[in-house]
């Protein structure tokens, strides 16, 4: 038992503040300062930096170009990540199609893939829910048929966040309609210029465009865009799922969170009940104490060779609910600081008038990525056995 | 003990929800949500036509002796259908205030007020002072008044403002044109408009007092009252539709094959928003009765435990009513964002639920 | 619209409150300030007492022995008898089997039974639960066999209230097992010192003895004590559930608890954080004004001739949930006071001392009378039309 | 870092368990319960045996310089086996609490505890101080002592206490034969035995005042966060306890012709009980190995945030799991009650959740 880093992962922590105190610039730290969405050019700019250094396909193994770090390095480096603002890494090439790639793909496919995505100059998206599709992915109606040299795919993906920045998608898509739900799905790549895409935005709640439906008509894909077998989409998007989760539960940005609410709770006039406050707040960094060390616990599972399975959805749920609470708590401390739907500064903690962006933005973190509801599930079946 | 709304409030609340169901829309809104200036819209003397400029205020003053629960009514069927005309901000406050007030003055300008001839908007609050609504920042230096209001709802609309301001330690209401004021306009949580305004040595003459000290006081907190009853009001109407969309949405959204209402879990969510939704029921008839008591502390009592209720149980409902739309939930395209954004929004005017709890604690009997 | 009692309404509460002061003798209320269960000499007193009164079997039609109340008045004496500190009286005889005989019992049976229920001198209690029938009473097994002149009654129920003290039980039995579950039960009357019934303890965690194992073993019970006719068991049943449910959220026992809690808090030392207590009690307070109009609500509605329907299922699981959560309120806000097993007198604040045995008593209020998760599943087909 | 138990504290926890197995029962338990004294059982020279009375002390006191974790796993274990033996009571509590003070007197007493020799417990709460540790109600009069210490845990166990008063202003531990005393003894909720003692006059002889001043209220501090942290072990022991029967349960027992656990609302029910539980694991792992941190903060920050967590989940769980057994949860026959009453009464000691959650709160960085 040993809750403290090592010297050397001290020193390798204080060596990527350093680098993050030189490189992240205000023009990165500012959206999350803001409780904004970076736009394209500033999530493109954050991720070429972290590429041109190795830090961005942190979880890959050396030879596809990733920094060779252990998890807990990956952990601290996160943690300081989101202590001085920078915004999380878009998860569709590091942390999806990248390791499908390389553990799926032809040596053709990694080739002309993985470069792309280790400098982080290829931008993906990840077409997978459809309309009728939500919870229920098996039932994916999105149509590959194979024509020549070609498949020919029509039909119609929603949710699709950031297909709009995107030039690659990766998507599962029915290239048998006729055997059973899963059996028929494929894993595919298409270049999001390729004649017949239509890409039409979805504006959600908290005032942002990153959300996309996505719309095939007669859309003509290599056929050496198919990633492994046809049929084997729904192994493919399963492998994803085991995939590392140590960050999953976003405990790094509750922190950074909390932090931000502290300061405006401190910078607020004294009309306010403060010490009502403090005591909301002691309540969430009591419950980020358990996150926290649950996560630790994951993460030095993962350097023993040891990965946690359920426990990990477990901090998924947990994590996501917590972000809401504390993005919530925001709001309320924040009172009448807090009616802004704009976003913009009013009066008051700039802090507080920006919180309910955040918060409408996280009613969707229970929802996305199966929603904690579907979690609950999935873990009832490994635990009853059922 | 009878439950069952007089005729003619029932009356007026179908009167309100056809003439809504005629007139506004979620389209409406959405076109509403980007003008700055709702009182150019025809609706706007259509309302005053139905009479609910002068609804609210006794005949003796000009209206036509409603009482609160008949104006919650309304209120309830405006949330129901997203409606952002300022009806409560621009006539029912400023008018009740003035009401309370009773002076001379105040009457006077409560008669424009019904007849369309002032538009009036209270600014109340300020960041420094938060809730503390009986101790403003704004001070008088001498008769000049340099300073700020902020969150004044719908202020942008209003020609004057119903300002308070300490004179020493006196709280004096006064009517203060707009337009010697610099505001910041900003569109707030609600899709309503609110504004900060900035007194620059602004001269207050004797016409512009309306009234001084204890009065001031006292209807300030007759005023707050009957606001929060009117808040719980709005968020009813919005939890209301927010729990029959959800209802709806559970019946013929399918996924695995069947309904997402078959679920076990899902029929328990539906059921606890029921049930919540029965007891906010129950909460706003009693506050839109209470909430205009005589009675200093059953006013008070009343008024303070239904918003704190709300500030909780509605929050759920609508948290509850995204979950289980999910992904749809969250867009701008379907009203059930904007339903939660409303909630949000009246689960923070007029005290928020820490506030409220503390002062419906302090309130020992 | 009227939210205050009538002036009639006012003088009934007052003679009420009259009565009560003149008649609720110490030993009676003497129970419920030590949050202890009455006795059954005590219990039987209060209930013979309110039998002659006329005032025990208050919904009942005035021909069979009701005093002809409206619900409003039924309310209020309800009110009145939990602020007095007096017992609720006991549910068996007069809310259950005195509406199932007057309304499908015979002119014999009526004649039989029912002046013993209106008077509180006959004992009742209620055979439904069995070892795998809980919330599934449907697959109940007990048996009873016509043979000539009687049924011959074998097999086990549980957590049968007050066994222990019952002239008589009501009982769902098994007549026909070659039909469907709910088709063969039937409603049969039992009267308890029948050779052949063997009652044993259960002790609950709350250190008393209010629940029983109830055996049967070859029990001869006259056919004249079947109710209606064979296989209606079912259907009185239901019959049952549907009846007037108004005081079932135990709302006037939560004022009263919320009463002795707030004494308690104002006896406490100054050590305590009262103010922290206080805001506690005022959520309590708040939520409690909530089910009260709630509960006002389903009064009126029953005195204008339309009972609430799916609103008193939720008023039960709203009221139970609200119970657990006061008496948790009241064992955490008396701290170390509250560390007591024996209910007994230890130090600082009676009230605190004895704080445990209701909040463990009242575990069951969320399982017992059908499970809540059991009334949400009823109420979610009511509300979903499925 | 690294969450793996050392080697030689898995072997304690798990000779601790076997020896439990052996030893103790539930039928054990239920025997104990009625018994007042423990100490007679045989159970008490075995545990002396398994080197129990040392391990928690350092090797210079002439113990075995376990550490806290050490003992937290015994805890845990004698948390989930239902327990009643009073080994934090009359051994780690007196005996840290002598190890923190460190003087002659207090090192020769613990000599004296470790063999056997003295049987001690602690008497630090009285019900006017509350949680108050430091400003006992309990003063001194010149050389003596008259008034009252409350809840002291397995006090009657013990031959001598270990007393707080104050003396003006200045804190004293002494140890007081029990002798002197006049006690009230009664079963506290967890089922173990408690004493309130009064003290008529007890003259306090130099002999028996261990220390004075900052020495004890330090003391104090580091024995309040040490026996939080045991707090939470033991609750564990009873939560995880309490998992695993549900979950069994929730497999065999039938309901409507399927098992219990086939009902997706009970499913999720047991996954929130199971999330819950692993972090309740964390924090135990956290605070076993931070409540003796030297540093002041880190300690008292680990020691109130684990146990204001405990006292919210784990009570959470146990109340879960009565929901989910049903009427049988609700009986004396079963354990599952028994473990509940021992939570809520974990959850009582060493400060409630609102005291701790301040303390918390108040502690700013």
């Excluded at chain 1, 009309?271 to 630790?296: P, V």
């Excluded at chain 1, 359920?310 to 972000?323: A, D, H, M, N, V």
């Excluded at chain 2, 008088?140 to 004044?152: D, I, Y």
Aim: net charge negative; charged share 20%; with cysteine.
């Amino acid at each position: 038992m040993n809750l403290e880093f090592t010297r050397e992962e001290l020193e390798f922590q204080q060596s990527i503040r350093d680098w993050m105190g030189a490189h992240v610039t205000e023009d990165i730290r500012r959206c999350s300062a803001l409780g904004e969405m970076p736009a394209k050019e500033q999530q493109q700019k954050w991720e070429q930096l972290l590429g041109k250094q190795g830090w961005l396909a942190l979880t890959w193994p050396k030879q596809y170009g990733g920094p060779g770090w252990t998890a807990t390095q990956r952990y601290i480096f996160d943690l300081e990540r989101a202590m001085v603002g920078a915004p999380p890494t878009s998860p569709f090439g590091v942390a999806m199609v990248g390791p499908v790639l390389y553990t799926f793909g032809s040596q053709e496919q990694k080739d002309r893939w993985l470069p792309g995505i280790v400098s982080g100059e290829l931008l993906w998206c990840q077409g997978y829910s459809e309309p009728n599709a939500g919870s229920d992915l098996a039932s994916l109606k999105t149509r590959a048929e194979r024509k020549d040299d070609h498949y020919l795919v029509n039909g119609q993906k929603v949710w699709t966040t950031q297909a709009h920045w995107a030039d690659m998608m990766f998507c599962l898509v029915r290239t048998d309609p006729a055997v059973k739900q899963q059996q028929g799905i494929s894993f595919l790549l298409i270049d999001m210029k390729t004649p017949g895409i239509e890409v039409r935005p979805i504006y959600s709640i908290d005032g942002h465009h990153h959300l996309n439906e996505v719309y095939f008509t007669d859309v003509r894909v290599p056929l050496n865009n198919l990633v492994g077998q046809e049929g084997m989409g729904w192994t493919i998007a399963k492998y994803l799922l085991t995939h590392e989760r140590t960050t999953i539960a976003g405990v790094a940005d509750s922190r950074h969170e909390i932090a931000r609410l502290k300061r405006a709770v401190a910078e607020s006039p004294c009309s306010y009940d403060k010490s009502q406050a403090w005591q909301r707040i002691a309540e969430l960094e009591i419950e980020l104490m358990a996150l926290e060390y649950t996560n630790f616990r994951t993460v030095a599972a993962t350097d023993e060779g040891q990965p946690f399975g359920p426990e990990s959805s477990g901090l998924k749920i947990k994590g996501t609910e917590f972000q809401q609470k504390v993005s919530q708590a925001m709001v309320e401390l924040g009172g009448m600081m807090s009616l802004t739907w704009d976003n913009q500064k009013t009066v008051g903690s700039d802090i507080f008038n920006r919180a309910t962006r955040r918060y409408n933005f996280l009613r969707a973190c229970t929802i996305y990525g199966g929603s904690n509801e579907i979690q609950k599930n999935v873990l009832a079946k490994m635990l009853l056995g059922l | 003990m009878e439950f069952t709304l007089p005729e003619n409030t029932t009356l007026i609340a179908d009167t309100a929800r056809r003439y809504l169901k005629n007139n506004y829309s979620f389209d409406a809104y959405r076109q509403q949500l980007e003008q700055a200036d709702h009182l150019q819209s025809p609706r706007w003397s259509l309302m005053q036509e139905l009479g609910w400029f002068g609804l609210p205020f006794a005949e003796s003053s000009g209206g036509y002796g409603g009482d609160l629960l008949d104006v919650a009514m309304i209120v309830r069927e405006l949330g129901a259908a997203l409606c952002l005309d300022p009806y409560v901000d621009v006539v029912v406050a400023p008018g009740k205030l003035l009401e309370f007030i009773g002076s001379d003055a105040a009457s006077t300008m409560l008669t424009q007020l019904i007849n369309g001839q002032a538009r009036l908007a209270c600014a109340l609050y300020d960041f420094q002072a938060g809730y503390q609504v009986l101790t403003p920042s704004l001070n008088f230096n001498g008769v000049r008044l340099s300073g700020q209001k902020h969150f004044v709802p719908d202020g942008g609309h209003a020609d004057i403002l119903l300002v308070t301001a300490l004179n020493g330690s006196e709280l004096v209401l006064c009517a203060v044109p707009l337009k010697l004021c610099e505001t910041q306009r900003y569109r707030a949580l609600d899709g309503s408009r609110m504004v900060n305004v900035l007194f620059e040595d602004v001269v207050i003459t004797d016409e512009m007092i309306i009234a001084r000290g204890e009065v001031v006081e006292e209807a300030l907190g007759r005023l707050l009252a009957y606001l929060r009853a009117l808040d719980c009001a709005r968020m009813y109407g919005a939890a209301s539709a927010l729990y029959q969309r959800t209802l709806e949405y559970a019946k013929i959204r399918k996924q695995f094959g069947v309904t997402i209402g078959s679920f076990q879990v899902i029929q328990h969510y539906l059921v606890d928003m029921f049930i919540d939704l029965q007891q906010l029921e129950s909460m706003l008839l009693m506050v839109a009765i209470k909430a205009e008591s005589t009675d200093d502390f059953q006013r008070q009592r009343a008024s303070l435990a239904a918003k704190a209720y709300y500030a909780d149980k509605a929050v759920r409902i609508a948290q509850q009513a995204i979950q289980i739309h999910g992904g749809i939930g969250v867009t701008e395209e379907l009203d059930v964002g904007h339903y939660f954004r409303l909630i949000t929004h009246g689960s923070l005017t007029h005290g928020d639920r820490a506030h409220l709890v503390k002062g419906f604690a302090e309130l020992r009997n």
